[in-house]
């Protein structure tokens, strides 16, 4: 053992005597110094309100709606829309996102287009920024959607701004 964790130990209970105790212990305090270091991570579920709007004024346009976004610490993204438009439905949108400043993070997802009779006919790409805030409980951001045929003919885009709370317990849908 070394000399300096000997001194460490001396005088203390017989527990903290053993290397692998104080490794433990040092290993939860640089943990706890790191989280505070570090500003809010996107990591987690957040329930999030869409609302359409011009690419270049970024006025609303439009109905906004709702989606349910997860994003995992090794940098996948998942996102679910809830839409009452019976006439076109999204699959589960899949992709990736990573951190581009110190609490803003550029995601990048596709997903799925089907029609009211459940056929796939198409994709959507979804590029866009978000912010979390400081308290690390909302984020904010914007992003613009191009739409694809599936033999990959562009049918237009759209934008958006998004606002997100995290989850932090049962969905409130």
């Given amino acids: 053992m070394d000399k300096r964790l000997q001194k460490l130990t001396t ?12 490794a433990a212990l040092a290993l939860a305090a640089c943990a706890a110094t790191t989280a505070q270091a570090n500003p809010p991570m996107l990591v987690g579920v957040w329930n999030t309100t869409v609302q359409p ?13 709702r989606t349910l976004n997860a994003y995992f ?4 993204a998942q ?13 589960l949108g899949v992709g990736t996102w990573k951190k581009v ?7 990048h997802s596709e997903n799925g287009l089907k029609d ?14 978000v912010t979390v805030a400081k308290d690390g409980l909302t984020l904010e951001g914007k992003g613009q959607g191009s739409f694809y045929l599936n033999d990959g003919q562009l049918l237009g885009s759209s934008c958006g701004m998004a ?9 409130a849908f």
């Fill in 11 to 22: 005088g203390r209970p017989h527990a903290l005597r053993r290397p692998g105790v104080i």
């Fill in 53 to 65: 709007s011009d690419c270049e004024s970024w006025e609303a346009v439009g109905d906004e709606f």
């Fill in 73 to 76: 610490a090794d940098g996948i």
């Fill in 79 to 91: 996102e679910i829309q809830f839409s009452d438009d019976p006439n076109m439905s999204r699959s």
């Fill in 101 to 107: 400043g110190k609490r803003t993070f550029a995601i």
């Fill in 116 to 129: 009211s009779s459940g056929n796939n006919f198409g994709y959507i790409v979804l590029n866009r920024t």
């Fill in 163 to 171: 606002t997100s709370e995290r989850q932090t317990g049962p969905a």
